[in-house]
Every structure is written in structure tokens, then in C-alpha cells.
């Protein structure tokens, strides 16, 4: 890649990214003073929640915590669901943008494809896939954590030999596609199958999901809100959006001090039902601290969850397929979907499930698909609901060269290795928020953005205005960070369930816990232990 003749534009930041973090750093940096820029891939502002507009996409975090906590932008603004759907949260990012005036410094339809350092100048030299280049002197990458969809390499897929449509969730056509009256096939059953499974349930003529894990998906209590509801929601807004920051996950519930093996099953069973009742995520991540630690506590956790679900389906070999007996793996450790009426979705005679332990894929066919007990199911629309190569997928999908002009896909093809989940040795002045090692997909989005995106800020600012010209993490620093990593994912169950947060759903990816497991408070001390301390860990000339 050139790095001089065809330069136009020069920034003090460069942002990739126009969701949450992205824009959190854009009104940040530029309101103290910086030259920045966003890059982003879509023609709008969003992220995430551009790309993911598949039927039933949803917010599983509740609407009046997922925005941003500043007071001049949650006064006016409602969302008029308990969890809102993707059409709202794109209408909260064009709020922002008339009250933040964000469009202006982002160049939409830009996709990063390279960023090279360019160590005689402390620069970056940033290429996109319209042949744009650009310099910056730190370079912000705030992909999220779902930046790459994972599409697997089933026979027929990518030959395009169905004659019927096939979309990735995350690549959902933006005109939409209407299931009334088609047959419809969903693989996968992350949060974001379950979300589909729901909605093409009361619209297809059929639909068959092909499950390989069940999910552990617990009930989202979701209700519209009125009037009543939106002053009780202003009322403790400051008060829940404080506490967001000093929880584990960036929710305004933490962990339940007892432990599930210290107290009597009546106190157990009384705790779970309460936990149940307040829904949403509260049952995960508010219950009992020893649940995703001991297997006891969570095998108590399980059963709870397995008969509530069961007596929810008719048919008993479906109740087995979705709530099995033994749990499929422990109860939390993978991401479990927050659902509404999932399970009496198989209570319809139009929905099937097919068991892909029984009958694996053997290849997508003309009219659909072919399991291997010779089975040709039939089909208008398959959705792969197959998830992403998470957390470290959109930084080594880019062309990333550091200092010596190797490779960051190359240096993570081992696993990753960061100091504070922020940056790389070997590759100065890039920062990243929501990546690898850092609360990431283990904290609620908008939380991130500030939390992660301040200390980013921070950083930056230290740099910037000390006249500073590089930072860059030590090798020694990003070698304690992984071993702190590892320490603290080791007493959990995590590592008992192949998910995307130990990067187990990639074939070939090697397992580690890719999220930063202690929680929001620990990483936040960690952060200000660094800072206190002349940015240990981090080399700055
Ligand atoms: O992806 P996933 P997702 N053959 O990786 C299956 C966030 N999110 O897009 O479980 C057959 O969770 C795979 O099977 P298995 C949220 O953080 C949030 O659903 O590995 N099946 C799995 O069932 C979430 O956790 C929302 O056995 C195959 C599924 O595909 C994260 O994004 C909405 C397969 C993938 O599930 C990812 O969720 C959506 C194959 N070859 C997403 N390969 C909100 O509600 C994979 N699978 C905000």
C-alpha cells in the first residue's frame, strides 16, 4: 500500500465505526478540541443495529438503560417498548444524530479494508474499499463485537444452487422479506434465531429450525409503554444509569451475594421465581454469584429453567428437544436469548424442529436442504442464524500492519493477547473499544461506550494534548492481561459450553475466554490502577 502520493485528508483520530462507541468518541474528542473522523461501512449511523434488521430484532436489554446517559439526550427521548425493536433504536441513532450533528464528520459506505503504521511518521495510513486514503495519528477501531457474520461452509451455500432466497441475519435485506406464506427454514439458535423463529412462527405457512444446541432463553416480559410508565422511567433514570457503570455486566441489577447451595430449596425455588417474574436478564445475572461457577448451584439453576420451559410445550419429544432432561451444557455460559413466545411457537402443527445431532446438514439442495439421513427438506427462504466470528473477527478481517509491518491477524492467529482490552503490543497508537479482552459481549452496549469509550478518551487526551506522539502496550503488559484473563475464567463453568465467548463457534479459532470475565468494577480499577500510574503497561513517547 502507498503511504504518500495519494493522501487527502489528515485527522488526530480516525474512528472505525459509527455505532454506540463510535459516536461516543466522535462528540467526545471533537468537543475537546480534536480533528476526527468516523468511517463507517453502512450508509448510516447504527452499527450493529443497521446491518441486523431481520424480522423480530430486538433489544434484550431494557430500552430506558440502552442509550446513552447523558442528560440532554435521555430527557427527550422515549422508546415506547420495555425492549425496543430495531426500527426504534435506528430512530434513537437519528436522534442523536439532529442532537449531536454526528453525520457530518462520518464518510458513510466506507468500508476499512487496511490500516498500516507508518512508524517515521507515528501515523496511520487508512485505505477503504472505495480507494479512499487517509492519514490519522491514532486510529479507534469501535466495530462492536459482531462485526464479521459467520457463514459456514455448507455444500450448495456459497454455488447460490438454492433456487429460493438465503440471507445471513446480519446481512438481512434492508428492504425486508416478507415470510407470509412461504417456507421458511432458520439454522441456528442464538438470540438471534429465536428472535426469527418467533416472528416467521405466525407468518410462514411452515417453518422448520434446524437446531444443533437448544437455548437456554428466558422470558423477556416485554409491554409497551405509557405515559405512567415513561414518568416512572425519568423519575430513577439517574439513579439506574449511575449504577450502570458499577455492576458486572453495565445493567442497574448485579449478582445476588448469597450462593444457590448455601440456602434451603424453598429459598432457591422462592429467589428463582422471583427472578423469573422480573424477566429479562435478571435470572441470568442477578441470581445467586455461585451459579456460573459451581456446578451444583447451576444444575439447580438448570432444572428450575428446564421445568418452567417444559410446561410450556405440548409434545413431549419436542420438550426433550428444546428443554433436555440433562442440560446441554451449563446453564449461562452461553448467551442464553430472551424470548416471548418461542416455545408455544412449536406448539404450532406448521413448525418443526430438526434435530441436526440425529441428521446433520449434508448440503444446501436446490429446493433446500439435504440432512444426512437423506431427508431433502423443502424450502422458499433459509436464514442462517449462524452467528459471527465474535469479539476479534472485525479487527483481523482488516488488512491491519503494525510498527514492524506485521500482521494482526497473523500475531492473534494463536490467540489474542491486549493490555486493558484496548490495545496490541507491536501496533502503536491503535486503540479499540468493545474488543477482544474487554468486557465486550459480557456488558451492555451503551455502558461500554461510555465506560470502555472514556478511558479511550482519556488516553487520547493525555496524548494529545502533552504533545505526546505514540502509545503502544508492552509485551509484558499484554502477557499479565492474558494471564489475569485466564485467572479469573478458570474457577467458571465458561469454558464447559462451545460459545462465540471462547471464540469456540469458529472452526480453527483457538478457545479463550475472548471477554474480560471479572466485571465491569474490576475492569474499571484495573483501567484506573494503569492510569494512576503513568499508563503502566503502555509505552508513550
Ligand atoms: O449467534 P450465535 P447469534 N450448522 O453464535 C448455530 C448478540 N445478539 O447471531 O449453538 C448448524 O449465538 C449455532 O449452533 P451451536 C448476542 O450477544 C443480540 O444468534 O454452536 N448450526 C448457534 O445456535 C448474541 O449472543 C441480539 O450448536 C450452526 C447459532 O448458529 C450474539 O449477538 C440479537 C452452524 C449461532 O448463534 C450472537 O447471536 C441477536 C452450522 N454449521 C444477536 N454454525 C439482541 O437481542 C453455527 N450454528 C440484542
Keep these: 500500500m502507498s503511504t504518500t502520493p495519494d493522501v487527502v485528508e489528515e485527522f488526530d483520530v480516525l474512528v472505525i465505526g459509527a455505532g454506540f462507541a463510535g459516536i461516543y468518541q466522535l462528540d467526545r474528542l471533537r468537543s475537546l478540541g480534536h480533528s476526527v473522523k468516523i468511517l463507517e461501512a453502512g450508509p448510516e449511523l447504527g452499527g450493529i443495529w443497521y446491518w441486523n434488521c431481520y424480522p423480530g430484532a430486538r433489544v434484550d436489554t431494557e430500552g430506558p438503560i440502552y442509550q446513552f446517559s447523558r442528560?440532554?439526550?435521555?430527557?427527550?427521548?422515549?422508546?415506547?417498548?420495555?425492549?425496543?425493536?430495531?426500527?426504534?433504536?435506528?430512530?434513537?441513532?437519528?436522534?442523536?444524530?439532529?442532537?449531536?450533528?454526528?453525520?457530518?464528520?462520518?464518510?458513510f459506505n466506507t468500508r476499512v479494508t487496511a490500516a498500516h503504521f507508518h512508524s517515521g511518521h507515528n501515523q496511520w495510513v487508512v485505505r477503504a474499499s472505495d480507494g479512499t486514503t487517509m492519514r490519522c495519528t491514532y486510529l479507534v477501531a469501535c466495530l462492536g463485537f459482531a462485526s464479521k457474520p459467520y457463514i459456514p461452509q455448507i455444500p450448495g451455500l456459497a454455488q447460490d444452487t438454492f433456487e429460493g432466497r438465503w440471507h445471513h441475519t446480519a446481512l438481512w435485506p434492508q428492504e425486508g422479506l416478507d415470510f407470509t406464506g412461504r417456507r421458511v427454514a432458520v439454522i441456528g439458535t442464538g438470540a438471534s434465531g429465536v428472535q426469527v423463529v418467533q416472528e416467521a412462527a405466525g407468518e410462514a405457512v411452515q417453518l422448520t429450525l434446524f437446531q444443533r444446541t437448544p437455548n437456554l432463553a428466558l422470558p423477556m416480559g416485554q409491554r409497551t409503554l405509557g405515559p405512567t410508565d415513561q414518568a416512572a422511567i425519568k423519575a430513577t433514570l439517574p439513579q439506574r444509569f449511575e449504577s450502570?457503570?458499577?455492576?458486572?455486566?453495565?445493567?442497574?441489577?448485579?449478582?445476588?451475594?448469597?450462593?444457590?447451595?448455601?440456602?434451603?430449596?424453598?429459598?432457591?425455588?422462592?429467589?428463582?421465581?422471583?427472578?423469573w417474574q422480573a424477566g429479562g436478564f435478571r435470572f441470568w445475572l442477578a441470581t445467586f454469584q455461585d451459579t456460573l461457577f459451581d456446578p451444583k448451584s447451576n444444575e439447580y439453576a438448570?432444572?428450575?429453567?428446564?421445568?418452567?420451559?417444559?410446561?410450556?410445550?405440548?409434545?413431549?419429544?419436542?420438550?426433550?428437544?428444546?428443554?433436555?432432561?440433562?442440560?446441554?451444557?451449563?446453564?449461562?455460559?452461553?448467551?442464553?436469548?430472551?424470548?416471548?413466545?418461542?416455545?408455544?411457537?412449536?406448539?404450532?402443527?406448521?413448525?418443526?424442529?430438526?434435530?441436526?445431532?440425529?441428521?446433520?446438514?449434508?448440503?444446501?439442495?436446490?429446493?433446500?436442504?439435504?440432512?444426512?439421513?437423506?431427508?431433502?427438506?423443502?424450502?422458499?427462504?433459509?436464514?442462517?442464524?449462524?452467528?459471527?466470528?465474535?469479539?476479534?473477527?472485525?479487527?483481523?478481517?482488516?488488512?491491519?500492519?503494525?510498527?514492524?509491518?506485521?500482521?494482526?491477524?497473523?500475531?492473534?492467529?494463536s490467540g489474542v493477547r491486549t493490555h486493558l482490552g484496548m490495545a496490541t503490543a507491536g501496533f502503536p497508537n491503535l486503540l479499540f473499544a468493545y474488543g477482544p479482552q474487554s468486557p465486550s459481549g459480557f456488558c451492555n452496549g451503551p455502558t461500554c461506550a461510555e465506560v470502555q469509550g472514556e478511558m479511550i478518551v482519556e488516553t487520547l487526551e493525555h496524548m494529545l494534548s502533552n504533545g505526546h506522539r505514540?502509545?503502544?502496550?508492552?509485551?509484558?503488559?499484554?502477557?499479565?492481561?492474558?494471564?489475569?484473563?485466564?485467572?479469573?475464567?478458570?474457577?467458571?463453568?465458561?469454558?464447559?459450553?462451545?460459545?462465540?465467548?471462547?471464540?469456540?463457534?469458529?472452526?480453527?479459532?483457538?478457545?479463550?475466554?475472548?471477554?474480560?470475565?471479572?466485571?465491569?468494577?474490576?475492569?474499571?480499577?484495573?483501567?484506573?490502577?494503569?492510569?494512576?500510574?503513568?499508563?503502566?503497561?503502555?509505552?508513550?513517547?
Excluded at 413448525?351 to 445431532?357: E, F, I, R, Y
Excluded at 452467528?387 to 500482521?407: E, K, N, P, W
Aim: proline share 6%; net charge negative; hydrophobic share 40%.
Design 470 to 541: 505514540r502509545i503502544e502496550a508492552t509485551p509484558e503488559a499484554e502477557k499479565e492481561w492474558t494471564h489475569h484473563v485466564a485467572e479469573l475464567v478458570a474457577p467458571t463453568l465458561f469454558l464447559h459450553a462451545k460459545s462465540w465467548y471462547v471464540g469456540a463457534n469458529i472452526p480453527g479459532k483457538p478457545v479463550q475466554m475472548l471477554n474480560y470475565p471479572g466485571g465491569l468494577p474490576l475492569y474499571r480499577a484495573k483501567y484506573a490502577e494503569s492510569k494512576a500510574n503513568d499508563y503502566a503497561g503502555f509505552q508513550v513517547s
Design 71 to 107: 442528560d440532554d439526550l435521555w430527557r427527550d427521548w422515549e422508546f415506547t417498548e420495555l425492549y425496543p425493536g430495531w426500527n426504534e433504536v435506528r430512530d434513537y441513532f437519528a436522534y442523536l444524530d439532529r442532537k449531536l450533528d454526528i453525520s457530518k464528520d462520518v464518510r
Design 302 to 413: 438448570y432444572a428450575f429453567w428446564r421445568d418452567k420451559v417444559r410446561a410450556r410445550i405440548t409434545d413431549a419429544a419436542l420438550q426433550e428437544k428444546l428443554a433436555p432432561t440433562t442440560p446441554p451444557h451449563p446453564f449461562g455460559v452461553k448467551r442464553p436469548s430472551l424470548e416471548q413466545h418461542y416455545y408455544e411457537a412449536f406448539n404450532q402443527d406448521s413448525v418443526a424442529l430438526v434435530d441436526l445431532n440425529d441428521a446433520p446438514i449434508q448440503a444446501v439442495t436446490e429446493r433446500g436442504i439435504l440432512t444426512a439421513d437423506g431427508v431433502e427438506h423443502e424450502f422458499d427462504i433459509i436464514v442462517l442464524a449462524t452467528g459471527f466470528d465474535a469479539v476479534s473477527g472485525g479487527l483481523t478481517a482488516i488488512d491491519i500492519r503494525g510498527a514492524d509491518g506485521s500482521l494482526l491477524r497473523d500475531k492473534w492467529a
Design 244 to 275: 450502570r457503570g458499577h455492576t458486572f455486566a453495565g445493567f442497574d441489577f448485579d449478582f445476588e451475594p448469597r450462593n444457590a447451595t448455601d440456602v434451603s430449596q424453598e429459598e432457591r425455588t422462592a429467589e428463582y421465581e422471583r427472578l
